[in-house]
């Protein structure tokens, strides 16, 4: 059995306490690798480490940095096919999307950064002749990164890259549901020459691991993607310590459909922003509201293409569109909410059930795409996240009506417009509470855009210089000349 191992002052070791926990093949529900069950003593070690190598690492120039880290993606690109795999075995997702999607998304992640440090200045303020004020932005010391499941080396790599990039230590806990490639990443930073301690790499359980990182006094800030009730937590005990935080946390995402869109490129597009990665996204639009004369043509088209194209089967099948639900409990989850929604007085129109692929995935966790009418917009399944192939469709009438059913849930993350009327979408995108509004199209991304949510959503931005911002800590200098 495969034990993954920490990464610790550029070394691949045990764990203190040499336990480990399950790591399982959602695909077939089975036992394939060991995860560390660290805790408060690796965070320690790891601290140690990074504390050790900051000096020299901050000191380094940051087209020195760049270097290593281009290397570090020439590596991941030269065994992409090996880490799609390994991601697709892990999380469950098929292997075409950790192919296209997931391993190259994080590719680019590390060169986005490794470049942009070379670019990353500060600007200066003049008084006139009688004095002079520069801004210099320093990197802030050891900090944490905490990562979720959905997209493991895609967000994990969102996280370390910019923090490393501009000089910082870090002390990283990928989701102990899905270690694997970022246990296969700390093997190709050994590979690239990243000096020892500056990325430290400490698996294991959130609550013992994540939280002995989220309180330790050496670890000045924490940037954490995850549940919005971890975040919460994760708040709770930082912020009377004065950490930065960065909390990227769930959400309920609208997507309203205009009568006057383009119909077909909006049906495509929309089956793919409803059940992507299983609908394990963050962004994905699980509440779709449709203007009322199209509503009965949506309902037709948009049931028939889900059942037509998302095969739901084997990740690593070629055919297969929609792959296995992460966890156990994950998958348990999502079967409760498809139940609460039919005694919420949800219509099940497709899907709605579990299902058992033949062979070496039937014992694994499945869940048929599933779309729900006749649900109040308010009930509990249209308000809290779900996270899974769930979606629900709801008729409006007017710009008013679904504006206010858009912003009725306690998140703010994303939301997706369709409609060729150009005033009515500007004027929509100013009033939808979101991070992120997608116009006539879905995860349409430029890394140089602030990436994050409102409300329950989180706090901060992740991206371009938002990313460089928040792992820097900005001085003003301000000198008399007269
Ligand atoms: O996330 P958790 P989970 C949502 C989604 C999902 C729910 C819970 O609705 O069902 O969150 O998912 C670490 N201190 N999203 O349980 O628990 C944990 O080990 C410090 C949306 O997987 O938030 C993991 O590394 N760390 C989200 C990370 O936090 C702690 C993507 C995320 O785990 C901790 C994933 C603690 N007390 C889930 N407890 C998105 N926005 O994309 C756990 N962790």
Redesign the pocket.
């Known amino acids: 059995m495969q034990k993954i191992l920490n990464y610790i002052n550029g070394a691949l070791v045990e764990p203190a306490s040499k336990q480990y926990i399950d790591n399982v093949d959602p695909s077939t529900g089975k036992v394939y690798s060991l995860c560390p069950d660290s805790d408060a003593q690796d965070i320690e070690a790891a601290y140690k480490a990074a504390e050790a190598a900051f000096e020299g690492w901050s000191n380094t120039p940051a087209e020195k940095r760049s270097k290593v880290m281009l290397r570090i993606a020439e590596l991941l690109e030269k065994n992409l096919d090996k880490f799609a795999e390994a991601e697709t075995i892990d999380q469950g997702k098929p292997l075409w999307l950790s192919q296209n999607g997931e391993i190259p998304r994080a590719i680019s992640n590390i060169h986005f950064f490794a470049t942009a440090i070379e670019h990353y200045a500060s600007e200066a303020h003049p008084m006139g002749e009688h004095a002079i004020n520069y801004t210099t932005r320093t990197p802030i010391g050891v900090v944490g990164c905490?990562?979720?499941?959905?997209?493991p080396l895609y967000?994990f790599t969102w996280k370390i890259a910019p923090a490393i990039a501009s000089g910082n230590c870090v002390v990283a806990?990928?989701?102990?549901?899905t270690p694997m490639t970022a246990y296969l990443l700390s093997e190709i930073c050994i590979e690239a020459g990243l000096p020892k301690g500056v990325l430290n790499i400490v698996h294991g359980?959130?609550?013992k691991v994540?939280?002995a990182?989220?309180v330790h006094p050496g670890i000045k800030a924490i940037s954490?993607?995850?549940?919005?009730?971890?975040?919460a937590?994760?708040a709770r005990v930082a912020a009377p310590m004065f950490k930065k935080l960065s909390l990227?946390?769930?959400?309920k995402n609208p997507n309203m459909i205009f009568a006057d869109c383009d119909f077909d490129k909006m049906l495509t597009e929309t089956v793919r922003s409803s059940f992507l990665n299983q609908g394990e996204?963050?962004l994905c639009g699980s509440r779709i509201f449709v203007e009322r004369p199209i509503y009965e043509k949506f309902k037709k088209a948009f049931v028939e293409k889900v059942k037509a194209e998302l095969v739901v089967g084997d990740p690593l099948d070629p055919k297969t569109k929609t792959g296995a639900i992460v966890s156990q409990m994950?998958f348990d989850?999502v079967l409760s909410y498809i139940e609460l929604a039919k005694q919420e007085g949800g219509t099940i129109l497709c899907g709605g059930k579990s299902i058992q692929p033949t062979g070496r995935c039937a014992t694994g966790w499945f869940i048929e795409p599933t779309v729900i009418e006749g649900l109040a917009y308010d009930c509990r399944t249209n308000q809290e996240?779900i996270?899974g192939p769930v979606v629900t469709i709801t008729p409006f009438d007017t710009e008013e009506e679904v504006l206010m059913m858009a912003n009725s849930t306690e998140y703010g993350l994303a939301s997706v417009l369709w409609t060729e009327n150009l005033t009515r979408a500007h004027r929509l995108a100013g009033k939808i509470k979101a991070g992120i509004v997608w116009i006539n199209c879905w995860l349409l991304r430029d890394l140089r855009t602030p990436f994050g949510g409102v409300k329950s959503s989180g706090v901060g931005r992740e991206g371009g210089w938002e990313a460089l911002r928040f792992f820097t800590e900005a001085k003003n200098v301000c000198i008399k000349i007269s």
Not at 173 to 177: C, D
């Open positions: 905490i990562s979720p499941w959905n997209l967000l806990k990928p989701s102990e549901v359980l959130g609550p994540g939280s990182m989220t954490f993607t995850g549940g919005t009730r971890t975040g937590e994760i990227e946390l769930g959400g996204i963050c994950h989850k996240e996270f």
